[in-house]
Every structure is written in C-alpha cells, then in structure tokens.
C-alpha cells in the first residue's frame, strides 16, 4: 500500500506543480491583455498613453479599470514604459518567475507584437 501511495505521488505532485504553473502563466497573460484593453481606452480619449510615472493610478482614477491586477507569483506591480512622445508602450512581468510553467525571460505584451513569452529582456517602447 505504502508503494502504491509513492508511486501515485511522484506521478500527481509534479503534475499538480506543472497544472497551477500553467495556471499562474495564464493568469499573468490575461491580466496584460486586460491592462492593455484599458491603456487602449485612454489612449483613444487623449490620443497618448499615460505616462509611466502614476500610470496605475491614472487608469484608475480614470474609470478606465476598477483596480490594475498584480503578479499572480509574487503580487509584485507589472512593469510598464512608454516611449517619450508617449504613442507606444511596454507592459512585463519577469524575469524567470513562470520557470516552472517552462517559461525562461519575460513575458511581455507591445502593441506591435502582442503578447510574448520568454524574451530575454524587455524591448524598449
């Protein structure tokens, strides 16, 4: 019996880890693609992006987003640039916190290229 139970757990256990690291990555990925939505909603009212400085408070005291979503890894801020003439941005989270998910890098969402997995560092806006 205590055989069985071992073999069972060295099968579930990594599963188990791999599901909720998936899980974690989908997570982020959707909270960026929300964020991205609300900056997109600025943007079509003022024509530029807020600025880095203050941008979560900004979308909020907006009404573009009740409240900006934080990493589901470790509850820290998402990252955010724009460029200077503020037409363009950056969004991230990283580096290497969905390792176990098979993820190395950031993951990063840009206008151009949408969501991205595992970039090295982040692109400039």
Known sequence: MIAILGV???ILIPNFIRSRAAALLTAAQ???RNIAASLDMYYNEN???PAAAGWQTTLQ???YIRSVPVSPID???YGYQTDA????YVLYDG???YIQSGVSGYIVYTLSAGSQLGLP???TP
């Open 85 to 88: 003439a503020r037409s363009s």
């Open 75 to 77: 509850k820290a801020q």
């Open 47 to 49: 024509q530029v992006y």
């Open 30 to 32: 959707l909270d960026l």
């Open 95 to 97: 580096p290497n916190k």
């Open 8 to 10: 069972l757990s060295a």
């Open 121 to 123: 560092s982040v692109p």
């Open 61 to 63: 005291s907006g009404g």
